[in-house]
């Protein structure tokens, strides 16, 4: 339970408190928790949408609400961390440069991009599946987010230097604990959109599958993995996913 604990702690706002000292086996732990954490924001994230719809209010507009509310559970960090990284993308300069840039603090006009994209992508898509009475692919959607840290850590990607939490989590995850998360994603999404049993599942291996090119890419353009570029996968693929499952096909 320590590990749950401590994925809390880090993850959402939460009063929920993680042992005093953290090291990399701690951290290890807390990572491999991270879906637990995406599945309560996930069911958190439907039950948000559809109350706020049942009220009266248009789906678009919830949308947006569930949105605004996970960034607030979650600090904003992710949202953040996905900003950071498409600066450091953006920067076209060595490696060394790019973090510097990460660590600015600021948000550059790559970073504003792709974080507005992001949002608007996740909110409409939030609402399309509010509309079509997906409930439970908006919670998979945001769970998926969670599943795609794990084997972002996944042993063999190695930190970027001078990287605190990178440092902390990266290479801690055996290759089989993210096959095993996206395996039961993938089970799961298979009663994700109603009378078509094959849209999920090919919607979280797709979406599973740009988040791990776009660590691959990061972490040859950074020299190593960093929590921003968690943060940006983790962004990345509950977008792709929402996107993906909203489809009318």
């Known amino acids: 339970m320590t590990g749950v604990r401590l994925a809390f702690s880090w993850l959402t706002v939460f009063p929920v408190r993680g042992p005093e000292q953290v090291d990399r086996a701690a951290a290890g732990r807390a990572i491999a928790s991270a879906p637990l954490v995406g599945v309560t924001l996930g069911a958190a994230a439907a039950g948000m949408l559809?109350?706020?719809?049942?009220?009266?209010?248009?789906?678009?507009?919830?949308?947006?609400?569930?949105?605004?509310?996970?960034?607030?559970?979650?600090?904003?960090m992710h949202l953040d961390g996905l900003a950071d990284t498409f600066d450091g993308l953006g920067s076209y300069g060595p490696p060394e440069r790019a973090r510097q840039i990460m660590k600015s603090g600021g948000a550059g006009p790559f970073g504003v991009a792709a974080m507005v994209f992001a949002v608007?992508?996740?909110?409409?898509?939030?609402?399309?599946?509010?509309?079509?009475?997906?409930?439970?692919a908006v919670a998979l959607a945001v769970a998926l987010g969670r599943i795609v840290v794990v084997t972002a850590c996944r042993r063999g990607l190695e930190a970027a230097p001078d990287t605190g939490f990178g440092a902390l989590v990266a290479s801690t995850q055996p290759l089989w604990t993210g096959v095993?998360?996206?395996?039961?994603?993938?089970?799961?999404?298979?009663?994700?959109?109603?009378g078509r049993p094959w849209l999920g599942p090919l919607v979280v291996l797709c979406a599973a599958g740009l988040s791990a090119m776009l660590v691959r890419h990061?972490?040859?353009r950074f020299g190593g993995l960093s929590g921003d570029v968690l943060g940006a996968a983790l962004e990345v693929s509950v977008a792709c996913a929402a996107a993906g499952l909203s489809l009318r096909v």
């Open 50 to 76: 559809w109350g706020l719809v049942t009220i009266g209010a248009s789906a678009l507009l919830a949308g947006f609400v569930v949105v605004a509310g996970l960034a607030l559970i979650t600090r904003g």
């Open 120 to 136: 608007a992508v996740q909110a409409i898509s939030f609402a399309a599946l509010a509309e079509a009475n997906r409930w439970f």
């Open 180 to 194: 095993v998360w996206t395996g039961v994603a993938t089970s799961a999404a298979v009663f994700a959109v109603p």
């Open 218 to 220: 990061t972490a040859r």
